[in-house]
Nanobody
Framework: QVQLVESGGGLVQAGGSLRLSCAAS????????MAWYRQAPGKQRELVAV????????YADSVKDRFTISRDNSKNAMCVLQMNSLKPEDTGVYSC??????????????WGQGTQVTVSS
């Protein structure tokens, strides 16, 4: 059974930095995309950043030049979201999403448990 475990998050003042990590455990063949999503109160969940297996990245316009996504493709696959120059509007629950080739031919999306990020003004 594949599981994603997140760490990081918390409360920070505007302008500060936080680092989120997401690690996959269990048995799987490979991981395609790794991504971070966030959901602010009263808003829909939105894609923050995604990184492909080849290392290609894409960011939401609102976080470009402030956030950096990276990945480790070793056995203990991990994805890190480094968040700098945080703004109050970055507040929300951040969840990681890995597209994983486990036992079958088609990949399955797995989600972390979510971690709260609160940026105070």
């Amino acid at each position: 059974q594949v599981q994603l475990v997140e760490s990081g998050g918390g409360l920070v003042q505007a302008g500060g930095s936080l680092r989120l990590s997401c690690a996959a455990s269990g048995s799987f063949k490979s991981i395609a995309n790794m991504a971070w999503y966030r959901q602010a109160p009263g808003k829909q969940r939105e894609l923050v950043a995604v990184i492909s297996a080849e290392g290609n990245t894409h960011y939401a316009d609102s976080v470009k030049d402030r956030f950096t996504i990276s990945r480790d493709n070793s056995k203990n696959a991990m994805c890190v979201l480094q968040m700098n120059s945080l703004k109050p509007e970055d507040t929300g629950v951040y969840s990681c999403n890995f597209r994983i080739y486990a036992d079958g031919f088609y990949p399955i999306d797995y989600w972390g448990q979510g971690t709260q990020v609160t940026v105070s003004s």
